[in-house]
């Protein structure tokens, strides 16, 4: 599967229970049931960097447009870097995992990426 799309869009969908899963009292069983995957966000990065060896550099401000599909794709980035913003509280508070906040910030940066290519 090219690009990974699929495993991206289950990490996403499921991305609520790993930021909404009770982190203060949890049992070991709701622990293991809303772990965030390891590697996700390798895989995003291993993803961008196909992506990016196949794109001209980036020499100056890019401005979200193109087509409809990319347009889509610069709204779905505003979308992940508004979650992102929402994620942080829940992470300082220890109520989240960390690398949800990652993995958010990299699908961001992967959208970005995938916009352009």
């Not at 690009?3 to 289950?10: N, S």
């Not at 009292?25 to 961008?48: C, D, H, Y």
């Not at 794109?55 to 401000?61: A, E, G, K, M, W």
Request: contains cysteine; charged residues 25%.
């Amino acid at each position: 599967e090219e690009g990974g799309g699929k495993a991206v869009q289950h990490t996403s969908s499921s991305r609520s229970s790993f930021s909404q899963a009770p982190r203060k009292v949890p049992t070991s069983e709701q622990i293991n049931r809303t772990k965030f995957p390891a590697g996700r966000v390798e895989e995003l990065e291993e993803w961008m960097e196909e992506m990016i060896s196949c794109l001209p550099d980036i020499t100056s401000f890019v401005l979200p447009c193109g087509d409809e599909v990319a347009s889509s794709l610069h709204m779905c980035r505003t979308v992940c870097r508004r979650a992102e913003r929402r994620v942080i509280p829940l992470v300082n508070g220890k109520l989240s995992e960390p690398e949800v906040l990652k993995f958010l910030n990299r699908l961001s940066d992967y959208l970005f990426v995938l916009a352009r290519y």
